[in-house]
């Protein structure tokens, strides 16, 4: 599966990004799918993960109730509604692919090169 992510960007506090995960390669339904981030000098974060109907989601207590992750099966995406966003939010958010809705990254197999956020206070 190749993995490529966009809808990253500059956004003062308090504002609102939506990024985009489009798949190739493989039967997107196959797979649940989530959203993991990274600040240098720290190992990479969970976000967000969801299965692959979208029946399922899962959220980091750092984001929940401000992000809202959901998936097109028909357009082979994965989105992830961000709001609120605050200045530790930034970092660089990666996405990803594999066969269960986990918070670690060694459970998944495919990653996506990365969209960086930053938030400015």
């Known amino acids: 599966v190749q993995l490529a992510e966009s809808g990253g960007g500059l956004v003062q506090e308090g504002g609102s990004l939506r990024l985009s995960c489009k798949a190739s390669?493989?039967?997107?339904?196959?797979?649940?799918m989530a959203w993991f981030r990274q600040v240098p000098e720290k190992e990479r974060e969970f976000v967000s993960a969801?299965?692959?109907?979208?029946?399922?989601?899962y959220y980091a207590d750092s984001v929940k109730g401000r992000f809202t992750i959901s998936r097109d099966n028909a357009k082979n995406t994965v989105y992830l509604q961000m709001n609120s966003l605050k200045p530790e939010d930034t970092a660089v958010y990666y996405c990803?692919?594999?066969?269960?809705?986990?918070?670690?990254?060694?459970?998944?197999?495919?990653w996506g090169q990365g969209t960086q956020v930053t938030v400015s206070s």
């Open positions: 990803t692919a594999g066969a269960g809705t986990e918070m670690v990254p060694l459970a998944y197999d495919y």
């Open positions: 390669g493989r039967t997107f339904s196959d797979y649940a």
């Open positions: 969801i299965s692959w109907n979208g029946g399922s989601t």
